[in-house]
């Protein structure tokens, strides 16, 4: 059974900096963080794998950096973001498959576990 809980979310201005993490507990392949801000669809943000293998959203890339450190009990996937904007405000979640996912996009329906979210906020 995997379950995943996400911490780290906050409110903080614009240009800002923010570490989420994900407590990843039974095995998994693939994971990623998935933003949904009110009234808009779920969306990728940043993906991983246990091989290493990273995919960004256009959005972020430059500005966020996922990790997944495995050396920890449980594992943890981090999502580092730096130079927040106000556009970035949304809850955040974890997500993650046991399968090596292609990363050719980041699709919620990829993903079968995933966590409780966490909020984030940017102010301008």
């Known amino acids: 059974q995997v379950q995943l809980v996400e911490s780290g979310g906050g409110s903080v201005q614009a240009g800002g900096s923010l570490r989420l993490s994900c407590a990843v507990s039974g095995y998994t392949a693939s994971m990623g963080w998935f933003r949904q801000a009110p009234g808009k669809e779920r969306e990728g943000v940043a993906g991983i794998d246990r091989n290493g293998r990273t995919l960004y959203a256009g959005s972020v890339k430059g500005r966020f950096t996922i990790s997944y450190d495995y050396r920890n009990n449980p594992p943890y996937v981090f999502l580092q973001m730096n130079n927040l904007k106000p556009d970035d405000t949304a809850w955040y979640y974890c997500?993650?498959?046991?399968?090596?996912?292609?990363?050719?996009?980041?699709?919620?329906?990829?993903?079968?576990?995933w966590g409780q979210g966490t909020q984030v906020t940017v102010s301008s």
């Open positions: 997500a993650a498959v046991q399968r090596y996912l292609p990363w050719s996009q980041l699709v919620p329906t990829d993903f079968k576990y």
